[in-house]
C-alpha cells in the first residue's frame, strides 16, 4: 500500500514538473510574429479585458488564455502603465509583461539646439505636434510655469532663458505643457546651484547672469571666444557704455512679430526695451536659451581691456580696445 502511494506520489511530482517546464517554455515563447511594426495606445484607465481585446485585435497575443492566465496570476493585470507602445520584434509573455509594466512606451525625441528663443520653440513643437490643441501663448504665460521659473529669481517674469536646451526623450502623447516641465527642471538640475553662488560673489542676480549669457550665446559660436565676448560687455557696462548687440535688436523685431531679413541702420532704431543700441544697460529679459559654455562665460568672463568686437567672417571675432583700432578693424574685416 505504501509503494502504491510512493509511486503514485513520484508521478504526480513528474506531471506537475513536466506542466511546470511546459508552462515556462510556453511562457518563453514568442508570442507574435512581427512583419511590420505595431504601435497601440492604452489609455489612462483602461480595463485589462479591453487592454487584451487592443493587444487581440493588433494581433499581438498568439495565446491569448495563457496570457491572461499568467498577468492574472501573477497579479500583473493590474500594474499596465498606459501610454503609447511599440512593438517590432517576437516577445514572449514574460518580455510582453514587462514591457507593459516597465512603461517601456513609445517616446518622441525632441531636440532644442542652443540659442532658440521661444519663437524657435513654438516651430519646434510644432514639427513635433506637441501643440495640438494648446494654445502656445497662454502656454508661456501660464501660472503653472512662470510660478517654476519665479523659483529661481523673483524677477523673472519670462521662460526665455530657463527652457534649457538639450535633447528629450517624451513618452509620446505628451504635450508641451510636459515638455517645458523638463526643461525648467533641467535648467535647475544642471545650473541652479553654480548660479546663484556666482551671482552672490558678483554681486548680482542669477536672472542677470542668464540676461548675459543669452546675449553671448547669440554674439558667437565659437565657446572659447565666449569668454572675452563677456568681457567686453562688462566692460561697456562698468563705464555705462550701450552694449549694441545687435541680436538684441533682431529680438525687437521678433517681440513685434516681424522679421527683417538683414539689419539695416534704421532698423536699429528700433523703439523696444531690448534695444541695446537705444537703451543702455542689460535687456529686461533674456534673448533666447543660452547652452551651458555661455552660461560658464557670463560667470567667468575673461579679463581684458577689450570694448568692440567685430566679425571676421569666419566664426570668430577681433578685439579692440579703443574705437580708432575697432574702425580699422571693420575696414579690414567687413568689407
Known amino acids: 500500500m505504501l509503494k502504491t502511494i510512493v509511486i503514485l506520489l513520484i508521478g504526480l511530482l513528474i506531471i506537475i514538473a513536466g506542466i511546470a517546464a511546459y508552462a515556462y517554455v510556453t511562457l518563453k515563447k514568442p508570442q507574435f510574429t512581427v512583419t511590420a511594426p505595431v504601435e497601440i495606445y492604452l489609455k489612462p484607465g483602461s480595463g485589462f479585458q479591453e487592454i487584451v481585446g487592443i493587444l487581440k485585435s493588433n494581433k499581438l497575443l498568439r495565446n491569448e488564455t495563457l496570457f491572461k492566465i499568467y498577468m492574472i496570476a501573477s497579479g500583473k493585470h493590474k500594474r499596465i502603465k498606459a501610454g503609447y507602445y511599440l512593438f517590432d520584434k517576437p516577445l514572449s509573455v514574460i518580455e510582453f509583461s514587462d514591457k507593459l509594466l516597465q512603461g517601456q512606451a513609445v517616446y518622441v525625441r525632441v531636440t532644442i539646439p542652443e540659442g532658440s528663443n521661444l519663437y524657435d520653440i513654438e516651430t519646434i513643437l510644432i514639427r513635433n505636434g506637441l501643440l495640438e490643441k494648446i494654445d502656445y501663448s497662454n502656454l508661456l504665460t501660464s501660472e503653472q510655469l512662470l510660478h517654476e521659473v519665479s523659483k529661481i529669481d523673483a524677477d ?44 552672490s560673489e558678483m554681486a548680482t542676480s542669477v536672472n542677470a547672469l542668464v540676461i548675459m549669457a543669452s546675449l553671448i550665446e547669440k554674439e558667437s559660436g565659437y565657446t572659447q571666444e565666449r569668454p572675452l565676448i563677456a568681457s567686453v560687455f562688462y566692460n561697456r557696462l562698468k563705464i555705462g557704455m550701450r552694449l549694441q548687440c545687435d541680436p538684441t535688436v533682431l529680438y525687437s523685431f521678433y517681440v513685434t512679430g516681424k522679421f527683417p531679413a538683414t539689419l539695416t541702420r534704421e ?38 581691456n577689450y570694448l568692440y568686437f567685430v566679425s571676421k567672417g569666419n566664426g570668430t571675432h577681433y578685439f579692440s580696445k579703443n574705437l580708432s583700432e575697432h574702425i580699422m578693424a571693420i575696414s579690414r574685416y567687413q568689407k
Open 267 to 304: 532698423d536699429l532704431e528700433i523703439d523696444s526695451p531690448y534695444n541695446t543700441y537705444r537703451y543702455a544697460g542689460l535687456p529686461p529679459a533674456p534673448i533666447c536659451n543660452p547652452g551651458n559654455n555661455s552660461l560658464l562665460a557670463a560667470m567667468y568672463p575673461e579679463a581684458s
Open 156 to 199: 523673472i517674469k519670462s521662460l526665455e532663458g530657463y527652457l534649457f536646451p538639450e535633447t528629450y526623450f517624451l513618452p509620446k502623447g505628451e504635450t508641451a505643457l510636459t515638455l517645458l516641465k523638463m526643461m525648467i527642471k533641467e535648467f535647475k538640475k544642471k545650473n541652479l546651484e553654480k548660479l546663484k553662488t556666482r551671482a
